[in-house]
C-alpha cells in the first residue's frame, strides 16, 4: 500500500512538472512572438510617420508653387500687355523693333544652336545701315552643340563671329551702336577700321549667346 501511495504522490509531481514546462514554453512563445510584433508593429508606425511627414512637406510645397504660378501668371500678363514694347516699338506690329516683350525676350536668347539663323540677323542688321557686306565667318559647331540642346542648369553658350563691311563711317557708326544697343547680347572683342569717311571698312570680331531650354524633370521619392 505504502508503494502505491509513493507511486501516485510521483505521478502527480511528473504531471505538475510537465504543466509547469508546458506553461513555462507558453509564456515563452508569447513573451517572444510579443517582443517580435511589438518591433514589427513599431517599425511601421515610425514608417507610417516618415510617410505623413513627407505627405504634409509635399502638399505645403504644392500650395506655395500654386500660389507662386497665380504671380507669374499675372507678373507675365504685366509684361505682355504694354503699349509699348522694351524696343519702344508696337507690340502688335511687324517692323524690326515690334513684337510683344515675351517675343522680343525669346528672341534674345534662342534656346537652340543656329549659326546659319545668326548670319541671317547679321545680314539684316548690316543691311539695315545701307553697308555692303564683305564676309560673315564663323565655326558652325551644330553638331558639337547638339547635345546641350537641353540642360537642368541652363548656361549661356557663346557664339563667336566674325564681319567685314564697307561703307560710310556714318553707317558703321549706327551699325556699331545697334550691336550695343540690340536686344540680342553682343560682345565686341576687337574693332579695326581702314579708309576715310566717305568709304570705311569695318572687321569685327565679336560673340553672341545662345542658352539651352530648362528642363523641368517630376522626380518620385521613395520613403524608406
Known sequence: MAKAHISTKRIMIDKSQTTMVVAAGIAAFILVFSLVASKSLIGQMTYQN?????KKAAVSQL???INATTSLVN????????????LGGNPSGTGAQDGDNAKIVLDALPSKYDFPALA????????????????????????AQSAKQSSTTPQAVPMPFQISVTGSYKGVQNLIKKFNTSIRPFQIKTIQLTGNQDNMTLTLTAQ???QPEKDFNVTKKVIE
Open 75 to 86: 507678373s507675365y500678363k504685366a509684361f505682355v500687355n504694354t503699349s509699348q514694347n522694351v
Open 120 to 143: 541671317t540677323s547679321l545680314e539684316k542688321l548690316i543691311t539695315g545701315e545701307s553697308l555692303q557686306i564683305q564676309s560673315i565667318t564663323g565655326t558652325d559647331d551644330e553638331v
Open 208 to 210: 553672341t549667346f545662345y
Open 50 to 54: 516618415r510617410v505623413i511627414s513627407a
Open 63 to 65: 500650395k506655395d508653387n
